[in-house]
């Protein structure tokens, strides 16, 4: 009899542990389905966010794009309205206003001579302003040699080597095939500085061309070898600049370059870090051309005839700018105010008229010949890099 009563409890009690276990099963089926459900909806929130933010970073990187092209395109026009980049956009810096000097080749309105330099290599040289191309090609433009220009009509110029170059020596060339050097100035940076493609991207700091560029002058500065042994060599021991922006924004030429020619940057050099340092070339016959001209700006105020009429030819000069009036001279103080001899940093050295002056220009011819004498200083070429210091 207990038996028989025991079966029915056993039964009972399987049932229930087996219901235990299907609700047990259930349970951690429901969660694990929740935990899926979960983990499926985070993958899922976690990939629209992803997603919407690519989307939001491609919309900023299209702005951007758009900002830097409108920007460029701004530089551009700007630059096309200065006259200073051809129709493709390439910075040439060629001036709207020259005017010829004595010597007969042209200079800008500061007296610094307007320099040829061959924007790529083997630009060629043409026999006559026509540039018949290829009949008309007579040789190719030496690289890094800054060339006089004799003539400029429109799309050609006249080039010789020296500024005295015969005229049966000087040969047309492109004007765009030539970027257009005004300044004298050169910049060597002996320690690295970023460089950028334009000027919009060096005045916000940011797409930089290369993070660390140096261009030495101890190592570019040809000392002690032949002209045959630097034939193949970089002709400038300091990059040329061709602009200078806002005082702290220097554009120059430097060798590397692509298929279009050597390479035009930008840099921030604020002028007052060691980094970098800015140089004026000068040939010695420019330079000692300077330097005579000073002694003639001395001799003439030790004499008292002349400096009176060097202090005359000055005032009357200073008259007719303040009353934009023709002022009537005579020939003498005509002659007097032409004495003015070019600076190689631009603009005249006029005739002195105080010992304040007098005492100054001595000075500066004594610190000029000495470095003109010191034979370390000049390259095989002939050719010097002053510290612009040097030059007020």
Not at 240 to 248: K, N
Not at 280 to 301: K, V
Not at 371 to 390: G, H, I, K, P
């Amino acid at each position: 009899m207990q038996k028989t009563l025991d079966r029915p409890v056993t039964r009972v009690t399987a049932n229930i542990a087996a219901t235990m276990v299907i609700l047990g099963t259930l349970f951690v089926g429901v969660i694990i389905v929740s935990l899926w459900t979960a983990t499926a909806d985070l993958k899922m929130k976690r990939a629209e966010s992803e997603r919407r933010r690519a989307a939001t970073q491609a919309e900023l990187d299209a702005r951007n794009r758009n900002l830097t092209a409108v920007q460029r395109e701004l530089e551009l026009l700007r630059s096309k309205a200065r006259g200073v980049a051809d129709k493709s956009g390439i910075l040439t810096f060629w001036p709207k206003g020259v005017v010829r000097s004595q010597e007969g080749y042209l200079v800008t309105e500061r007296q610094i001579p307007i320099r040829a330099i061959a924007r790529f290599p083997n630009a060629p040289l043409f026999t006559s302003e026509d540039l018949g191309f290829p009949d008309g090609v007579v040789a190719i433009m030496r690289p890094w040699l800054p060339y006089y220009v004799f003539e400029w009509r429109g799309k050609s110029i006249l080039l010789g080597e020296r500024a005295d170059s015969p005229p049966a020596e000087r040969k047309w060339a492109r004007k765009f095939d030539c970027f257009c050097w005004t300044t004298r100035e050169c910049l060597n940076i002996e320690e690295p500085l970023q460089v950028y493609r334009s000027l919009a991207n060096a005045e916000s700091q940011d797409n930089s061309l290369q993070d660390s560029y140096t261009y030495s002058f101890n190592q570019h500065f040809m000392r002690g070898k032949s002209k045959e042994e630097t034939k193949s060599q970089f002709r400038m021991a300091a990059l040329p600049v061709l602009h200078r922006h806002d005082g702290a924004y220097w554009c120059f030429v430097r060798p590397e370059g692509d298929e279009g020619g050597y390479g035009v940057c930008w840099v921030k050099w604020e002028g007052d870090d060691h980094r970098a340092c800015c140089r004026i070339r000068s040939t010695r016959r420019e330079l000692e051309t300077y330097i005579a001209g000073l002694y003639q700006l001395l001799r003439d105020y030790e004499s008292p005839a002349m400096r009176a009429d060097a202090t005359l030819g000055l005032y009357t000069q200073g008259v007719g700018h303040l009353t934009r009036a023709r002022v009537v001279q005579d020939a003498q103080q005509t002659e007097v105010m032409r004495q003015g001899i070019p600076k190689l940093v631009g603009y005249l050295e006029y005739p002195i008229t105080s010992p304040l002056q007098y005492d100054k220009v001595k000075k500066r011819v004594l610190a000029l010949m000495a470095w003109s004498n010191r034979f370390s200083e000049w390259d095989v070429n002939e050719v010097t890099y002053m510290d612009v210091a040097m030059l007020p």
